[in-house]
């Protein structure tokens, strides 16, 4: 899917390729808006060849990478590896020029029919004041968890938005995307911090969770 608004909290999104979870961000590519005024939004791509599908190969795709991500084989909530990859980003400028470039893991677990993405990038990513309005601020072991619960809407490229749709977008209440095949509503979840020089977050779609259990969940990836 492919987003004029939105993609993943703060963050305007274009996809050329994305995975499930990150309609998500980028469904997931999945980070907040970085050098807030120079990044316009961002073009996420997956190539299929880089997918994993044991855990035990996660340590070599972090070698690739140079990313650890302290991602677990299974939580204790009964969420499971599935799959991972990486994801190479390009934030682009409002002229369309590349304005930085960054590669990010991307970890999938399953529980049943729900499914949890955990996104690994290098650097940390702060927030912005009118960012902060919108999220729920945690402490823990002396890192601070930010935990987001925002409404999506999915829309064909070709469709236009109701003017009740417009309104609960300029009033930060929903995130508007485009290029999916028909109109589709979906709740955003997700939890993310900085460690190590790591900037992490766990995040899903329609998920039922709330920021508690995000976090307990957060606190188990080392």
Known sequence: MAGKQ???PYEKI???KIVAAAALACALTGTVCMAAGKISYY???S???T???KFTDLSKMESRADILTGAPKAFDNGFVFENAHTVDTDGMDDNGNVAES???INVSYLKDNERLSYM???GITNYTDEELEHIQVMESDDITYYFTHAAYLFLPSDAEPTAEDLKAAEAGDLFISYGSSEREEQVYKGISWN???NYHSLFGMDIDMDADEMLAMAKQIK
């Open 195 to 197: 460690a190590d020089g």
């Open 102 to 104: 960054f590669t990010k």
């Open 14 to 16: 274009r996809h050329k």
């Open 51 to 53: 997918e994993i599908t």
């Open 6 to 8: 939105g993609g993943h």
């Open 120 to 122: 690994v990038k290098k």
């Open 47 to 49: 190539s299929p060849s």
């Open 43 to 45: 073009v996420s791509s």
